[in-house]
T-cell receptor, first 119, second 117 residues
Framework: AQTVTQSQPEMSVQEAETVTLSCTYD???????LFWYKQPPSRQMILVIR??????QNATENRFSVNFQKAAKSFSLKISDSQLGDAAMYFC????????????????FGKGTKLSVKP | NAGVTQTPKFQVLKTGQSMTLQCAQD?????MYWYRQDPGMGLRLIYY???????DKGEVPNGYNVSRLNKREFSLRLESAAPSQTSVYFC????????????????FGPGTRLTVL
């Protein structure tokens, strides 16, 4: 079964600096999707960034970028120029291909990393 | 365009009571999902619906039932609530059915905080 591991329960960063959140996953599939979701205190789950496994180029969304290492099954999130509004829980999630037997199309989440941003 | 909406936002039940959590999306999405989030955990899938008229079990379906009422609405029912079902419940939707050959992004509702005493 696929698993997602976030080894950093909590992280802290100074405002305007850069922080990297780690995520590793386990799968035997060659095609899949990876996501980072942000959950602020409001509890709303907000998509931050997404990566297709078949794409070698790392995804980027403004100040957010990923380092996708397929062979190492690693998918880290880098937040540049951190802002106070970036403080939240960050969840890494894996999605199997749609023809996967069992729970098709659902997201498998890590336990999250709580990010604090210091002014 | 409200996206995914959930009602109620908060609910307190006594053990053995029943209730239905409502979810609706206005994005014309095919697939809808119910997750639960417990402290210190990521979200876990309870049930999902690939398309109108179909539902399937996820990782933690015991104690729950679902109904895909139409393309917009997907409800989650607790027939006899237990303290172990105290959690935050999230509904999500995505554009493509899981049989369409491609996974796309899931969009989440604001969640329902349920406490069972």
């Amino acid at each position: 079964a696929q698993t997602v591991t976030q080894s950093q329960p909590e992280m802290s960063v100074q405002e305007a600096e850069t922080v990297t959140l780690s995520c590793t996953y386990d799968t035997s599939e060659s095609d899949y999707y990876l996501f980072w979701y942000k959950q602020p205190p409001s509890r709303q789950m907000i998509l931050v960034i997404r990566q297709e496994a078949y794409k070698q180029q790392n995804a980027t969304e403004n100040r957010f970028s990923v380092n996708f290492q397929k062979a190492a099954k690693s998918f880290s999130l880098k937040i540049s120029d951190s802002q106070l509004g970036d403080a939240a829980m960050y969840f890494c999630a894996y999605s199997p291909p749609t023809n996967y037997g069992g729970s098709q199309g659902n997201l498998i989440f890590g336990k999250g990393t709580k990010l604090s941003v210091k002014p | 365009n409200a996206g995914v909406t959930q009602t109620p936002k908060f609910q307190v039940l006594k053990t053995g009571q029943s209730m239905t959590l409502q979810c609706a999306q206005d994005m014309n999405h095919n697939s809808m999902y119910w997750y639960r989030q417990d402290p210190g955990m990521g979200l876990r899938l309870i049930y999902y619906s690939a398309s109108e008229g179909t539902t399937d079990k996820g990782e933690v379906p015991n104690g729950y039932n679902v109904s895909r009422l139409n393309k917009r609405e997907f409800s989650l029912r607790l027939e006899s609530a237990a303290p172990s079902q105290t959690s935050v419940y999230f509904c999500a939707s995505s554009a493509r059915g899981v049989l369409a050959g491609e996974v796309d992004t899931q969009y989440f509702g604001p969640g329902t905080r349920l406490t069972v005493l």
